[in-house]
T-cell receptor, first 115, second 116 residues
Framework: GAVVSQHPSWVICKSGTSVKIECRSL??????MFWYRQFPKQSLMLMAT?????????EQGVEKDKFLINHASLTLSTLTVTSAHPEDSSFYIC???????????FGPGTRLTVT | DQQVKQNSPSLSVQEGRISILNCDYT??????FLWYKKYPAEGPTFLIS?????DKNEDGRFTVFLNKSAKHLSLHIVPSQPGDSAVYFC???????????????FGTGTLLAVQP
């Protein structure tokens, strides 16, 4: 199998606070994990590529100081939304790459609502 | 610049009939294509993929066709079942099967509704 989990599945926070989202590969090791966000009725947009033990690679237009990514182990990557604002409200999805496989396996997503 | 396009936002099909979902791409560097199925508030689930060295790949009820000259791919589901109702995303990337660390570009999705 190739199961990816995310925690929490949904979170509501106040503007100005920080929120951490965890992405775990449960039954395989993932040297590479990806973070996406999806706005309603829109496509998945890649935010950053996270490699174990090294700095994440951010896509153009994504603020690395706002969206902190840590990939400290082969099974865990975290995304921290710092000083969240209402416009950060979105559905955040991670995926993990299983070594030797050509497909990314996606987590169930985290719904973030900033009030 | 939308490099992967799904021009039909929605599709309605009768149970038992064929569903055909279309996808077009513009970047000639793309050589590996994937289809994902997604339910609301869930992550995408991988369905089927195809490399540019092929023009067809089949897996059970799902078949993907690739027309490289037209930069077009399609997903056929036959027979369609009510449980197939979901949003279907096509995605593309360069690097072939081994280029899994390369950026995956998603289309905007097509909502498939299979009527019982």
């Amino acid at each position: 199998g190739a199961v990816v989990s995310q925690h929490p599945s949904w979170v509501i926070c106040k503007s100005g606070t920080s929120v951490k989202i965890e992405c775990r590969s449960l039954d395989f090791q993932a040297t590479t994990m990806f973070w996406y966000r999806q706005f309603p009725k829109q496509s998945l947009m890649l935010m950053a590529t996270s490699n174990e033990g090294s700095k994440a690679t951010y896509e153009q237009g994504v603020e690395k100081d706002k969206f902190l990514i840590n990939h400290a182990s082969l099974t865990l990557s975290t995304l921290t939304v710092t000083s969240a604002h209402p416009e950060d409200s979105s559905f955040y999805i991670c995926s993990a790459l299983k070594q030797g496989m050509g497909e990314q396996y996606f987590g169930p997503g985290t719904r973030l609502t900033v009030t | 610049d939308q490099q992967v396009k799904q021009n039909s936002p929605s599709l309605s099909v009768q149970e038992g009939r064929i569903s055909i979902l279309n996808c077009d791409y513009t970047n000639s560097m793309f050589d590996y294509f994937l289809w994902y199925k997604k339910y609301p508030a869930e992550g995408p689930t991988f369905l089927i993929s195809i490399s540019s060295i092929k023009d067809k790949n089949e897996d059970g009820r799902f078949t993907v066709f690739l027309n490289k000259s037209a930069k077009h791919l399609s997903l056929h589901i036959v027979p369609s079942q009510p449980g197939d109702s979901a949003v279907y995303f096509c995605a593309a990337r360069p690097g072939g099967y081994g280029g899994a660390t390369n950026k995956l570009i998603f289309g905007t999705g097509t909502l498939l509704a299979v009527q019982p």
